[in-house]
T-cell receptor, first 115, second 112 residues
C-alpha cells in the first residue's frame, strides 16, 4: 500500500499569510503526528492525533498553529499570520495504534518558506 | 540540558569499519528508544528500536541500551558508503508515551 503522503511538497508564502499543509496517513493507521524540522536539527514534535482527537498538542509553538483531523484520516496543519521563523520542513508521520512501541512512518515533508 | 543529546559530527569512518553512534537522554522514565536514518533531503526512516537493557542485533546494526546510564548507542558493522547519512536518536516521553523526542542527529560519512 501507499505510504504517508504530504501536499504540497513545497510552499512559498509571504509573511503574514495563511497556509494549510495536508497529510494523508497510511490507510488504517489511527495515530498521526506532525513534526517540524529546521536545518541541522532533529524533528520537533508539534501534535499527535489518536483518531479524530488531538491527544497531545503540547508541541504547538503558539496559537497561530492549529491542526485538525475531522474524519480520523487526513489531517491539515494550519498556520495563521506566518512569520519568517516558521520556515522549516513540516513532517507528518503515522503509526498503527499510537502506542509507545509503534513504528512511526514519515511522509516526504512539506518545505515551507516564508519570505 | 537537552532531552536527547547526540554529537553532531561529522563522524568519518573508513569503509568496512565499525561506526559507533551515541546518544544520552534525560527522561529517566522513557521506555522506548529508536534510531532513525535520514538521507539529505529525505524524511527519517526507522532502522532500529529497543525497549530493554542490553543489545539488539539486526543484520549489520546493533542497538545497545543502558537505562541506568541513560545511554543508547548504535553500532554499524562493515560500514558501506550507502550508510552515509544523519542518524537520529529518538526517545519516547514518559509523560506522553506516543510523543517522540528526537536528538539533533549525528552526521556519518563513510569514506571509501
Amino acid at each position: 500500500g501507499a505510504g504517508v503522503s504530504q501536499t504540497p511538497s513545497n510552499k512559498v508564502t509571504e509573511k503574514g499569510k495563511y497556509v494549510e499543509l495536508r497529510c494523508d496517513p497510511i490507510s488504517g493507521h489511527t495515530a498521526l503526528y506532525w513534526y517540524r524540522q529546521s536545518l541541522g536539527q532533529g524533528p520537533e514534535f508539534l501534535i499527535y492525533f489518536q483518531g479524530t482527537g488531538a491527544a497531545d498538542d503540547s508541541g504547538l509553538p503558539n496559537d497561530r498553529f492549529f491542526a485538525v483531523r475531522p474524519e480520523g484520516s487526513v489531517s491539515t496543519l494550519k498556520i495563521q499570520r506566518t512569520e519568517r521563523g516558521d520556515s522549516a520542513v513540516y513532517l507528518c508521520a503515522s503509526s498503527l495504534r499510537g502506542v509507545g512501541e509503534d513504528t512511526q512512518y514519515f511522509g516526504p515533508g512539506t518545505r515551507l518558506t516564508v519570505l | 540540558q537537552k532531552e536527547v543529546e547526540q554529537n553532531s559530527g561529522p563522524l568519518s569512518v573508513p569503509e568496512g569499519a565499525i561506526a559507533s553512534l551515541n546518544c544520552t537522554y534525560s527522561d529517566r522514565g522513557s521506555q522506548s528508544f529508536f534510531w532513525y536514518r535520514q538521507y539529505s533531503g529525505k524524511s527519517p526512516e526507522l532502522i532500529m528500536s529497543i525497549y530493554s537493557n542490553g543489545d539488539k542485533e539486526d543484520g549489520r546494526f546493533t542497538a545497545q541500551l543502558n537505562k541506568a546510564s541513560q545511554y543508547v548507542s548504535l553500532l554499524i558493522r562493515d560500514s558501506q558508503p550507502s550508510d552515509s547519512a544523519t542518524y537520529l536518536c529518538a526517545v519516547n516521553s514518559y509523560s506522553s508515551a506516543s510523543k517522540i523526542i528526537f536528538g539533533s542527529g549525528t552526521r556519518l560519512s563513510i569514506r571509501p
